[in-house]
């Protein structure tokens, strides 16, 4: 694990032997951290890219306790989100990237894509929906703050994996189950709480897919109930030239409970539109 600046990050370096590619930026989703790209990171860089995955702050195997600090008292938004990963491609000297973005991921890349559109040489949204939250989504995540604060991590993750996995992986595939939750307990209960601050308080992105003039390739489980398909054939349709692959027998976490058709998107659109 490196750090840069305020993120500390997962990355792996283009092999020797593929055509350099560039950056391949991953952003991880909620309530998870970087690990949750440690498949993609070898594969593409396999494959010529020099693949970075930071983790949000807070988040990540050496994130803290979770004793209330000062950072606590310092809630973060989307856009804080988004600049820490701007500094963090300045402090690699990227002048740009491939953005792959899943669930909190995509609310992150599309907060880059409104302050620094210059970073994003093309993007991947997985996952994940241009709106803000709902008046009873806002609601929702002030429940989990109190009852990440009062129960602790274990307790998202008891509420949130059966939704974040499809019924084929729940049923089929109990280690990617375990995985989930073995990655959300390496998060601090601060650094959940910042997380579903920023995502209650992000704005309505909605109005930028118009706007978007690179490359865009649009991902989605088949049986994602969080961000369902409807959603991401919405937004594909919003944005001039998307493309989009619907992964079968997957939920919210496609690169995880699919992965080999997740990789084959993915490469698909980096071989072809990028």
């Known amino acids: 694990m490196a750090a840069t600046g305020r993120l500390r990050y997962l990355d792996a370096r283009p092999s020797p032997a593929a ?3 560039g950056t391949l930026l991953l952003l991880h989703a909620f309530p998870l951290n ?3 790209w440690e498949r993609q990171l070898s594969r593409f860089a396999e494959r010529g890219w020099h693949v970075v995955a930071p983790h949000f702050r807070g988040l990540g195997s050496d994130s803290g306790d979770g004793s209330p600090g000062s950072e606590a008292r310092d809630l973060p938004s989307i856009d804080d989100y988004a600049g820490d990963v701007i500094d963090l491609l300045d402090g690699l000297h990227a002048h740009e990237a491939v953005v792959v973005g899943l ?9 880059m894509l409104r302050l620094a559109p210059r970073y ?10 241009p709106q803000a939250d709902t008046a009873e989504g806002a609601a929702n995540r002030q429940r989990m703050i109190d009852l990440v604060r009062e129960r602790g991590v274990d307790a998202i993750a008891d ?25 959300a307990r390496e998060n ?5 709480a910042r997380a579903l601050a ?11 897919l118009a706007a978007i003039h690179v490359p865009v390739h649009v991902i989605v489980g088949a049986e994602d109930t969080l961000t369902p398909p409807a959603l ?29 058709r997740f990789d084959e998107a993915l490469a698909e659109f980096l071989d072809h539109r990028v």
């Open 188 to 192: 601090s209960v601060d650094g959940i």
């Open 120 to 129: 994003i040489q093309a993007l991947v949204l997985a996952d994940t929906k």
């Open 19 to 21: 055509r350099p590619r």
């Open 34 to 36: 970087a690990r949750m």
């Open 159 to 183: 509420e949130l994996v059966p939704k974040l996995l499809g019924d084929t992986t729940r049923h089929n595939q109990p280690d990617i189950a375990e995985l989930v939750r073995a990655i």
């Open 103 to 111: 669930s909190l991921g995509g609310y992150v890349a599309l907060a």
């Open 232 to 260: 991401s054939e919405a937004m594909q349709r919003d944005i001039a030239g998307a493309t989009l692959t619907i992964v079968p027998n997957a939920g919210h976490l496609s690169n995880l409970e699919n992965a080999d």
């Open 198 to 208: 920023v995502m209650m308080t992000r704005p309505d992105s909605t109005p930028l």
